[in-house]
């Protein structure tokens, strides 16, 4: 049986999400990279992959799967792994999805939404974003964290229950991209903290200052983004965002 493939920039937090699950879970799989930064997805050979040109992707022989949620929830079914991670219980499950659901476009929204912001604004728009666009991605990114912890840690060790579950792997690699741009967006939220310091214990200490090695190198990284022929094809879809 062929290894599963996962193409993954570990940029992106959706792929930390799903690298961080499978290596901690000691899942086999061949790890196939893809340079978002010099625009890989848009290659004739990716796009016979995938015509989303987004990663991750997962292929399991000629079974070709996009969108991390259901790639986490896959790999935890194949794979037979510890009921905590996605339980088979029906309302248990359901608080998992829920959460996936959401976050989409809040967490994940508003914490990448801060990270580009910071990287990739000025190199599509020409100029530092404003302190207004700023301050309004930043007090939407507080009510994701408020909701965050109240409707979901609440007194909770983990986001579902007092184990770890997929959507704490979701979450965390989330919070984790504005470090990238030195804003630790869980500063002076002491249960979020703590909340952040147990995940990455489940996970492996070591093996998540890896799979967050890449965005530590800001600098590199808005280097590479303004000096970048890929700018041109991001434009279009930024300037949208950006707007
Ligand atoms: N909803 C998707 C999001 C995937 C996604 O947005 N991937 C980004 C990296 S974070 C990407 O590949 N972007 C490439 C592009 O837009 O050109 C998931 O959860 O997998």
């Known amino acids: ?12 937090p959706p792929c930390r999400a799903v690298f961080l699950f499978a290596k901690s879970l000691r899942i086999p799989f061949e790890f196939k990279h893809v340079e978002l930064a ?3 997805q848009y290659s004739e050979e990716f796009a016979k992959l995938s015509i989303v040109k987004k990663v991750p992707v997962l292929k399991d022989g000629d079974f070709v799967l996009t969108e991390s949620t259901a790639i986490l929830k896959f790999l935890a079914r194949k794979c037979l792994v510890a009921d905590h991670w996605f339980p088979a219980d029906l309302r248990q499950q359901a608080l998992v999805n829920e959460y996936s659901s959401w976050q989409h476009l809040n967490l ?6 801060v990270f580009l912001f910071k990287t990739l604004f000025p190199a ?13 991605a930043l007090e939407d990114l507080r009510q994701s964290l408020d909701l965050m912890e109240e409707k979901f840690l609440q007194d909770k060790l983990f986001l579902i229950s007092n184990r770890i579950s997929l959507a704490d792997v979701l979450a965390v690699v989330e919070v984790m991209q504005p470090l990238a741009v030195a804003l630790d967006v869980l500063e002076g939220r002491p249960k979020l903290s703590a909340w952040r310091d147990r995940v990455k214990k489940e996970l492996g200490e070591k093996l998540f200052e890896e799979a967050h090695e890449r965005i530590r190198d800001s600098k590199g990284l808005q280097q590479k983004m303004q000096n970048n022929s890929t700018l041109e094809k991001l434009k279009p879809k930024y300037e949208k965002l950006f707007r």
Do not use: A
């Not at 599509?124 to 309004?136: L, P, R, T």
């Open 1 to 12: 049986m062929p290894l599963m493939e996962l193409y993954l920039d570990l940029l992106s």
């Open 38 to 40: 010099d625009g890989q």
């Open 108 to 113: 994940r929204s508003h914490c990448s939404k």
């Open 124 to 136: 599509i728009m020409g100029s530092e974003v404003s302190k207004e666009k700023m301050d309004v």
